[in-house]
């Protein structure tokens, strides 16, 4: 697709990029478990609904054209997209870097799961993954890292990982592909939590993995067909029907990111604040050589875990929930579930609210 587009073009014309005279301009789901056979055995498009579905060609052939790929597979979730990337790249004998500031249930999984089969498994955060990387067989880099808002520069890991041979894997959930694009940077992979910002209504589970690599997006749609980790006909169709606002969406929730991480900094209640797109940010000098958008997240610390409850407690706007990138503004309180981070850490999931509102808002219940 064009460069000269901008972001909500991108996103409509992937949702339907090749128009087809008497066709639906929105179609619908294709709900089917079984396909008619043909006497021309091996011709079908689709034969049986854990093997295919015409919905989920459309909805991937949409993420691949916004993150520059020339494949994408849908999972079940962001979670069965990742576990299956993982699950092929990184066989016994070989060693396996995953973000020590990340997500943690994917540092459970490297340990819980591959360990066990002769997987080394390393954890590095995102200052330490270019040391560890330079005797890795696999990185999972995720930038910027949740909750913490570090960005990886993917230039310079993915330069390590080509001069060791290593594959390099990103987890792009956070910045989405209009805020990032990996495999230009170098990745090999993509993987991405479609639950967030790209379905963005929290009502469905979803996840991808986008790449150019043809063997290694045949051994993932392999790895796929056999554990079954599909995504349902239904909810692909719901993704595929929120791509088409995604350009809007992320637009408002980085413009209310940023209202709100500027707002926060010199706020007296709030101890510290980040957000990667925020001149003085530790992450910006490396967001700004890679990001064209900073995303819809800001974690700031207040006093104590009390604090955070309060700040929902007296906001007329804001929600108490985990994930994120819900039109929804969002704040989780991270020790919760515990991520190594003090009490009063809180991870803000910014809206589609008008900025003003919200800023207002969430300024008011502060001092409240």
């Known amino acids: 697709m064009s460069d000269r587009y901008g972001d909500s073009t991108r996103a409509v014309k992937a949702v339907n990029s090749q128009p087809v005279p008497g066709e639906p301009v929105g179609p619908g789901p294709v709900m089917a478990s079984a396909f008619h056979l043909s006497d021309d055995e091996g011709s079908e498009p689709n034969t049986y609904g854990r093997a295919g579905n015409p919905t989920w060609c459309q909805l991937e052939a949409a993420l691949a054209e916004l993150e520059g790929a020339t494949t994408a597979l849908s999972f079940g979730s962001g979670m069965a997209a990742i576990t299956a990337a993982l699950r092929v790249t990184a066989k016994a004998g070989s060693v396996l870097v995953v973000p020590a500031d990340g997500y943690y249930q994917v540092r459970r999984f490297a340990a819980e799961s591959l360990a066990p089969l002769g997987v080394t498994v390393r954890e590095a955060n995102a200052d330490q993954i270019y040391e560890a990387a330079g005797s890795a067989d696999v990185v999972l880099a995720e930038t910027p890292t949740n909750p913490a808002l570090d960005v990886v520069d993917l230039h310079r890991l993915a330069e390590i990982c080509r001069e060791r041979g290593a594959r390099l894997l990103v987890d792009n959930t956070t910045p989405t592909p209009l805020g990032q694009q990996p495999l230009s940077l170098g990745a090999d992979l993509v993987v991405a939590s479609a639950t967030k910002a790209l379905a963005g209504h929290s009502d469905l589970l979803a996840g991808y993995v986008a790449g150019s690599h043809p063997e290694l997006m045949a051994l993932l749609e392999r790895e796929r067909l056999l554990s079954g980790a599909i ?92 994930s994120f990138g819900g039109i929804h503004t969002s704040v989780d309180r991270r020790a919760r579930w515990g991520d190594p981070v003090p009490d009063g850490f809180a991870r803000i999931s910014a809206g589609i609210e008008d900025t003003d509102d919200l800023v207002s808002d969430i300024l008011a219940a502060l001092d409240g």
């Open 231 to 322: 995504l349902g006909s239904f909810e692909a169709w719901l993704v595929l029907r929120s791509l088409g606002s995604l350009g809007l969406r992320f637009e408002r929730q980085c413009q209310n990111a940023m209202a709100l991480a500027g707002a926060f900094r010199h706020h007296p209640k709030v101890r510290s604040v980040r957000y990667p797109g925020l001149p003085g940010d530790p992450s910006y000098p490396a967001a700004v050589g890679q990001m064209r958008r900073f995303g819809g997240l800001v974690s700031i610390e207040l006093p104590d875990a009390a604090a955070v409850h309060a700040l929902v407690r007296r906001s007329e706007l804001l929600v108490a929930a985990t």
